[in-house]
Nanobody, 124 residues
């Protein structure tokens, strides 16, 4: 069992930056793949980024490629999402998720554990 707690959300102007953190507790974090997803009001939850258990492989949604960076610190049981050049369309609740086989994936149904989310609001 893994518990996930996101932090770092807030209100930022367009063009600004935020760094989200996801702290994990429980066994097995170091072997899990991790992902970030987001959900805007009235929309489906969508994939943002993922990282393999080792940190050696990452993938991004086209909409954030070149602006967002996912990373992890396994000794600290934490995964991060650095978000730069933020746009109003990035406004959403952001969720981290853990996938227990270590295989990174963009499919939300493949993830076993989810955090409660942190709100990011980008003003124009």
């Amino acid at each position: 069992q893994v518990q996930l707690v996101e932090s770092g959300g807030g209100l930022v102007q367009a063009g600004g930056s935020l760094r989200l953190s996801c702290a994990a507790s429980g066994r097995g974090f170091r072997s899990y793949a991790m992902g970030w997803f987001r959900q805007a009001p009235g929309k489906e939850r969508e994939f943002v980024a993922s990282i393999r258990w080792s940190g050696g492989s990452t993938h991004y949604a086209d909409s954030v490629k070149g602006r967002f960076t996912i990373s992890r610190d396994n000794p600290k049981n934490t995964v991060y999402l650095q978000m730069n050049s933020l746009k109003p369309e990035d406004t959403a609740a952001y969720y981290c998720a853990a996938e227990s086989t270590g295989r990174e994936t963009a499919h939300k149904d493949d993830y076993d554990y989810w955090g409660q989310g942190t709100q990011v609001t980008v003003s124009s």
